[in-house]
C-alpha cells in the first residue's frame, strides 16, 4: 500500500500568507496527485488534479507542482475563506488519503 | 450538473450490517471512464477511502476492510449500494459518495455527496 504523509498536521496563518502544505507519498506516484479542501459540516472539494491541474472554478491562488513523491499544495495569498482542512489523494495504485492539514487563523 | 446523495439508517447496532445508497443524476455509471466511491470519516478525523465501482462494473476495495465490504450498482440505474458487515462503534463515522472520473495522470472526485452519519451504538 502507498502511504501519503502531509505536513504540517496544522498550521496557523493570517489573511494574506502565502501558505504551503506538503505530500509525500512512500513511493513514486508520478503525478498521480489531488488536493481537496474541506470545510467544517461540508464534503471535501476537489482543487487540484494530476499533481497541477487546477480544477474549473477554483480560484488562482491556489497552485499545486510536484512529482514523484513530493508535492505541495500552495495558497499564494490567504483569503477568510481558505481556512480550512486540505487532503491530499494518491491515485497510482487505486487510491489514499493523506491525513490532512487544518489551517487554523492565526 | 452532477448531483449525489446518500442514504442509510442513521444508527446501526454493533455485529449488523450496515446498507448505504448513493443516488445520482447528471452522469450514467455505463459511461467509460467513470466510476463512484465511498469515503467515510469519523467525527474529527481524517478521510478514509472504502470502495470504489467503475463503468465496466470494476470494483476496489480498501485492504484493510475488503473482508466486510460489498460495493454493486444498483437495481436502478443510478444507484451504488455500498455494505459493511460486522459494524463497530468504531465505525461511526460521516459516510460520503463521490463521483470518480479519469484525468491525464490518474482519477479524482469531483463531485461529492453532502455525507451521512452513521452512529454504531447498542
Known amino acids: 500500500d502507498i502511504q501519503m504523509t502531509q505536513s504540517p498536521s496544522s498550521l496557523s496563518a493570517s489573511v494574506g500568507d502565502k501558505v504551503t502544505i506538503t505530500c509525500r507519498a512512500s513511493?513514486?506516484?508520478?503525478?498521480?496527485l489531488n488536493w481537496y479542501q474541506q470545510k467544517p459540516g461540508e464534503a471535501p472539494k476537489l482543487l487540484i488534479y494530476?499533481?497541477?491541474s487546477l480544477q474549473s472554478g477554483v480560484p488562482s491562488r491556489f497552485s499545486g507542482s510536484g512529482s514523484g513523491t513530493d508535492f505541495t499544495l500552495t495558497i499564494s495569498s490567504l483569503q477568510p475563506e481558505d481556512f480550512a482542512t486540505y487532503y491530499c489523494?494518491?491515485?497510482?495504485?487505486?487510491?489514499?488519503f493523506g491525513g490532512g492539514t487544518k489551517v487554523q487563523i492565526k | 450538473q452532477i448531483t449525489l446523495k446518500e442514504s442509510g439508517p442513521t444508527l446501526v447496532k454493533p455485529t449488523q450490517t450496515l446498507t448505504l445508497t448513493c443516488t445520482f443524476s447528471?452522469?450514467?455509471?455505463?459511461?467509460?471512464?467513470?466510476?463512484v466511491g465511498w469515503i467515510r470519516q469519523p467525527p474529527g478525523k481524517a478521510l478514509e477511502w472504502l470502495a470504489l465501482?467503475?463503468?465496466?462494473?470494476?470494483?476496489r476495495y480498501s485492504p484493510s476492510l475488503k473482508s466486510r465490504l460489498t460495493i454493486t450498482k444498483g437495481t436502478s440505474k443510478n444507484q451504488v449500494v455500498l455494505t459493511m458487515t460486522n459494524m463497530n462503534p468504531v465505525d461511526t463515522a460521516t459516510f460520503y459518495c463521490?463521483?470518480?472520473?479519469?484525468?491525464?495522470?490518474?482519477?479524482?472526485?469531483?463531485?461529492w455527496g453532502q455525507g451521512t452519519l452513521v452512529t454504531v451504538s447498542s
Open positions: 465501482i467503475y463503468w465496466d462494473d470494476d470494483k
Open positions: 513511493q513514486s506516484i508520478t503525478s498521480y
Open positions: 463521490a463521483h470518480r472520473r479519469r484525468s491525464t495522470s490518474g482519477w479524482y472526485f469531483d463531485s
Open positions: 447528471g452522469f450514467s455509471l455505463s459511461t467509460n471512464g467513470v466510476g
Open positions: 489523494e494518491q491515485t497510482y495504485s487505486t487510491l489514499t
Open positions: 494530476a499533481a497541477s
